[in-house]
């Protein structure tokens, strides 16, 4: 995960006829976690999604040095086939990495369509798929959302240890989340 960086510089982003924020920057390396803070609507999604490359700034410029893994609310695993096979077919593209299934309590529903997993477990299984990606930057939206305590946790856990190997992490969150060291931007301190 050498070299792994990310610089944004005076992003805008508009939605419709809005803009939401402005003046936004920031710069991290390896190793460094941001959370990106804010009420409903307040654009934290948009500014992920920004950053992955899928929504044009309105102005400003992304830089970014490595493959980057998101994860959002939807999970990019076929409903209609069993999670094992769902999280194969990526592991035929990304490698055969350990995607921590075991680790992730997916062991015993490798056998369960992917439509029939719960809130929790289908955000289990995307973290599975993000990690197998071995990508250094991690956009993470909302990764909290539908998991239980220990569930909460181990986002922390698997975040902590991504940047202790040199990976960067961009967490949009409205809820807290506990990472030593982490930095803060709270999008409302650019609204437009
Ligand atoms: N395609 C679109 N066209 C117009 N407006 C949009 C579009 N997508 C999102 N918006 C608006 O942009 C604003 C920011 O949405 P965004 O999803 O980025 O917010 P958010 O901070 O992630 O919210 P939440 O905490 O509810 O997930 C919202 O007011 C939303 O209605």
Known sequence: MQGASLTLRDIACRRGDN??????????????ALHLTGAN???KSSLIRIIAGLLPAYRGSVEREGAVALLDERPALDPHLPLGRALAFWQRLDGPEDN?????????????????????????????RLIGQRAPLWLLDEPLNGLDAKGVALVETLVAEHCRGGG????????PISLA???????????A
Do not use: E, N, W
Not at 24 to 32: D, M, R
Not at 181 to 191: E, F, K, M, Q, S
């Open 181 to 191: 060291d982490v930095r803060r931007l709270a999008i409302a301190d650019h609204a």
């Open 41 to 43: 609507g307040i654009g």
């Open 168 to 175: 960067i992490c961009v967490i949009a969150s409205h809820q």
């Open 19 to 32: 803009l939401l924020f402005r003046g936004l920057s920031f710069a991290l390396v390896g190793g460094q």
């Open 100 to 128: 921590q299934a075991a680790r992730l309590g997916l062991s015993d529903l490798m056998d369960v369509p992917v439509r029939y997993l719960s809130t929790g477990q289908k955000k289990r299984a995307a973290l599975a």
